[in-house]
């Protein structure tokens, strides 16, 4: 069982080591190495630009080698990375503990997780949700919707809504000229739950965004999108939890 677990962490740190690439790389616009290795880049120093050897990118040990400084210009390197790597094996832990006993909705559950912390820690770093992850997230969302129904009606009909709603929601943005635009926001959360989320749980989402907003106006703190996300995935979590 402590071989299964530790097994299992190493398979999160490793999706997280990939994360830290794409936290990094997405809201620069530099492509993904190993995509097109003539217009990429392999990983290198973010502050001087060395390229790295295999072994300074090694998830967690890396960082303990390097004392979390640049070997080359000894600048601090950004923590986020390797708290990336330690949450997301420890996601694969926990989901394997309450869900491990279907594979398949393991993978998916984690897979959203994952995605769903990437797109929490670009937001609060760089103030953006990239759309590559959202979309990610969907498409798990319809993989998991065609397990759970069993054919593909009900969730093309709950995303086809979902869409029109988006599209409401994105033409209120376009007049809303604040900085802090929750419409924008809400366009990464409406396609998710509408796959996500099952009929009878999506009051509840509902509900706990409310107060999620009216929370995050009183702290005046960019929260609104980071505790929506998690909301989605534990709600949808419990819900298929209950069911099985």
Same mark, same amino acid.
């Given at each position: 069982?402590?071989?299964?677990?530790?097994?299992?962490?190493?398979?999160?740190?490793?999706?997280?080591?990939?994360?830290?690439?794409?936290?990094?790389?997405?809201?620069?616009?530099?492509?993904? *190495?190993?995509?097109?290795?003539?217009?990429?880049?392999?990983?290198?120093?973010?502050?001087?630009?060395?390229?790295?050897?295999?072994?300074?990118?090694?998830?967690?040990?890396?960082?303990?080698?390097?004392?979390?400084?640049?070997?080359?210009?000894?600048?601090?390197?950004?923590?986020?990375?390797?708290?990336?790597?330690?949450?997301?094996?420890?996601?694969?832990? $926990?989901?394997?503990?309450?869900?491990?006993?279907?594979?398949?909705?393991?993978?998916?559950?984690?897979?959203?997780?994952?995605?769903?912390?990437?797109?929490?820690?670009?937001?609060?770093?760089?103030?953006?949700?990239?759309?590559?992850?959202?979309?990610?997230?969907?498409?798990?969302?319809?993989?998991?919707?065609?397990?759970?129904?069993?054919?593909?009606?009900?969730?093309?009909? *709950?995303?086809?809504?979902?869409? $029109?709603?988006?599209?409401?929601?994105?033409?209120?943005?376009?007049?809303?000229?604040?900085?802090?635009?929750?419409?924008?926001?809400?366009?990464?959360?409406?396609?998710?739950?509408?796959?996500?989320?099952? *009929?009878?749980?999506?009051?509840?989402?509902?509900?706990?965004?409310?107060?999620?907003?009216?929370?995050?106006?009183?702290?005046?703190?960019?929260?609104?999108?980071?505790?929506?996300?998690?909301?989605?995935?534990?709600?949808?979590?419990?819900?298929?939890?209950?069911?099985?």
């Amino acid at each position: 069982m402590i071989a299964s677990y530790i097994s299992l962490f190493l398979f999160g740190v490793l999706i997280g080591n990939f994360t830290t690439t794409l936290f990094y790389r997405l809201p620069r616009n530099i492509m993904i *190495s190993g995509f097109n290795q003539k217009s990429t880049r392999p990983p290198f120093c973010s502050n001087c630009n060395h390229v790295l050897l295999f072994y300074e990118y090694l998830p967690i040990l890396s960082w303990f080698s390097t004392l979390g400084k640049c070997n080359y210009c000894h600048t601090p390197i950004n923590k986020s990375y390797i708290l990336l790597e330690i949450l997301i094996g420890l996601i694969a832990i $926990i989901l394997y503990y309450f869900i491990g006993h279907n594979l398949e909705y393991f993978f998916l559950y984690f897979c959203f997780a994952a995605l769903a912390v990437l797109n929490i820690f670009i937001y609060l770093e760089h103030n953006f949700i990239p759309t590559q992850v959202t979309l990610g997230i969907i498409i798990t969302g319809i993989i998991y919707r065609t397990l759970i129904d069993q054919e593909i009606f009900l969730w093309l009909a *709950s995303l086809s809504v979902g869409c $029109i709603l988006s599209l409401w929601v994105i033409q209120e943005s376009m007049e809303d000229k604040n900085s802090y635009n929750y419409n924008r926001l809400l366009v990464h959360l409406i396609l998710p739950v509408s796959l996500w989320c099952r *009929s009878e749980s999506v009051l509840l989402f509902i509900i706990s965004v409310a107060l999620c907003y009216l929370f995050s106006k009183v702290i005046k703190y960019r929260i609104f999108y980071p505790i929506g996300i998690l909301n989605l995935f534990f709600i949808s979590l419990f819900t298929s939890i209950a069911s099985s």
